[in-house]
């Protein structure tokens, strides 16, 4: 496994001087209210369809122990309960204020018994090793700020041959699509959030972290240099956004 660690700090969504993380963890406090609706916006309304075409890849495996990595509101968890049905769930992130919109999903889906959501910081997991059969994460992998130990601690809290599943939005780089969809970030997506929200600046960070994150074979390296197997990756409409399987490779 890689030493070496791999820095995601390019783009913060305030101030240059501070650390990602704590900046993060703000920003998802103060836009919890806004976030499944922005979600959705960003996604041209995709964004469930996208996790469930992800997930479905696996149903072939038996997957009794979750972690989700930046669970935020908790799509993912009551997505698993449906396509996975795993014994235990466990959701953790960063914003206490989006885990609570979390944890009333879970009271609406039955789900408050067989998952729990829990603050804390992916770079730092305080799970014992080789706990969990899948680990998840859906929109998060950018906002990681220290990736590689980030990575580093997944893989250490998965069971040998154990599963990672990556969904993550790109910027399309290339090309007619390319030009439409900033066009569409910048004038219809950032002009609702500075209508609609409190915290526009948080928007703008989305948007342009989408820009700088690496995608398709640079991330594929990063995995792979980490102890990552990749078993498959598809695109979803016209490349908008990607998914990745991986299995931990002792």
Request: net charge negative; with cysteine; aromatic share 10%.
């Amino acid at each position: 496994m890689e030493d070496r660690e791999v820095l995601n700090d390019a783009v913060k969504p305030y101030n240059k001087e501070v650390d990602k993380t704590s900046q993060l963890r703000d920003m998802f406090n103060t836009i919890s209210q806004d976030y499944d609706f922005f979600n959705n916006l960003m996604s041209w309304g995709l964004a469930h369809r996208w996790r469930r075409k992800a997930m479905a890849w696996l149903q072939p495996y038996e997957h009794n122990h979750l972690l989700d990595i930046a669970t935020g509101t908790a799509d993912m968890i009551v997505l698993a309960e449906k396509l996975l049905q795993p014994q235990t769930m466990i959701g953790v992130d960063i914003a206490e204020d989006m885990l609570k919109i979390g944890r009333k999903k879970l009271e609406e889906h039955h789900l408050s018994t067989k998952a729990v959501l829990e603050t804390g910081d992916c770079a730092a997991l305080p799970y014992d090793n080789e706990r969990f059969d899948l680990v998840t994460i859906s929109f998060g992998l950018r906002n990681l700020e220290k990736l590689s130990q980030s990575l580093h601690e997944i893989h250490r809290v998965l069971k040998p041959g154990g599963h990672f599943l990556i969904i993550e939005v790109n910027e399309p780089q290339q090309g007619l699509l390319a030009v439409l969809y900033r066009l569409y970030v910048r004038i219809y997506v950032l002009f609702a959030a500075q209508l609609l929200s409190k915290d526009k600046d948080a928007y703008k960070y989305l948007t342009q972290s989408m820009h700088v994150f690496p995608q398709g074979k640079a991330l594929i390296d990063i995995l792979k240099a980490m102890d990552f197997k990749l078993l498959k990756t598809t695109s979803f409409t016209f490349g908008v956004c990607s998914a990745y399987l991986l299995e931990k490779v002792d």
